[in-house]
């Protein structure tokens, strides 16, 4: 049974930087393509940045340039680098492994100042 745990939300400044962790547990994690989605309130969820097993990653044109996803196999872990941040960007950041149609908790970012 996968599972996935995502941490360092927070507050922050507009125009300031976070970086998302999400940590995967019980199965071989190298092998999935791994994706960050995020939800504001009110609004649908959303595609942020996807990485593949072999380290290819695409963002969304919202975040592009900005954004930087990457992983650590032998950690099970998958980051989101969040550089210039805006207050639309707050949210509730999730985690997600298509393969396996499983989430993550999620992690507040709130940007503001």
């Known amino acids: 049974q996968v599972q996935l745990v995502e941490s360092g939300g927070g507050l922050v400044q507009p125009g300031g930087s976070l970086r998302l962790s999400c940590v995967a547990s019980?199965?071989?994690?190298?092998?999935?393509?791994v994706a960050w989605y995020r939800q504001a309130p009110g609004k649908q969820r959303e595609w942020v940045a996807g990485i593949t097993s072999g380290g290819s990653a695409d963002y969304s044109d919202s975040v592009k340039g900005r954004f930087t996803m990457f992983r650590d196999n032998a950690k099970k872990t998958v980051y989101l680098q969040m550089n210039s941040l805006k207050p639309e960007e707050t949210a509730v950041y999730y985690c997600?492994?298509?393969?396996?149609?499983?989430w993550g908790q999620g992690t507040q970012v709130t940007v503001s100042s």
């Open positions: 997600y492994v298509p393969m396996r149609n499983i």
């Open positions: 019980g199965t071989i994690f190298s092998t999935y393509t």
